[in-house]
């Protein structure tokens, strides 16, 4: 393959991405799931789950609407979903919460399901580098916040950092999107 053809080819995969907001849906999405739950626990105090198994949910509601959002832009356009379902990813994640129920609460293990991570490690298996540097960033001082959160024992530190990851979720989400629509233009 020549060189123009490869960066012809590049233009083309980045054209497809936009089309199918492969990174600022999922980046919003998350985001803005994540934020929810986090004003939920800020002004309730009160886990409607088991609290282990909190955090785990928002990723799968947060995958269950990304799943819904591509079936209908997949009906409505033709494009495909990609290397890796959100069904998929959300049928995986499912069955590693059901199956790994007994070792929730072992808090190290819970972060890996956290939103930050869970999404980092979907746009890893689709080979999307934009989401999987944005999210892994922001999954990272989620997690590095949490550490710290160790030290403090206030009610409302676990709300705070978690809506703030959520926030800077979409806020790069909302970002990526004007990017998408200028390469889409």
Not at 139 to 153: C, N, Q, R, Y
Request: hydrophobic content about 50%.
């Amino acid at each position: 393959m020549s060189l123009d053809e490869h960066r012809e080819l590049n233009r083309l995969r980045l054209r497809v991405r936009a089309s199918r907001w492969a990174t600022s849906g999922p980046l919003l999405v998350f985001g803005v799931t994540t934020m929810v739950f986090a004003g939920y626990l800020a002004a309730v105090h009160y886990y409607f789950v088991p609290a282990p198994l909190f955090w785990p949910l928002c990723s799968l509601l947060a995958l269950l609407v990304l799943w819904g959002i591509d079936r209908i832009r997949r009906g409505r356009t033709g494009v495909g979903e990609g290397r890796l379902s959100y069904g998929k990813t959300a049928a995986v994640l499912l069955a590693v919460i059901v199956a790994g129920n007994l070792i929730w609460f072992y808090p190290l293990t819970k972060m890996l399901l956290w939103p930050g991570t869970v999404l980092t490690i979907m746009a890893l298996r689709q080979r999307n580098k934009p989401l999987a540097r944005r999210s892994g960033i922001i999954g990272g001082l989620m997690i590095a916040g949490w550490f710290a959160g160790s030290l403090v024992t206030a009610d409302w530190y676990d709300p705070l950092m978690m809506g703030c990851g959520g926030l800077a979720m979409t806020a790069a989400g909302a970002v990526e999107r004007q990017r998408e629509r200028k390469i889409n233009g």
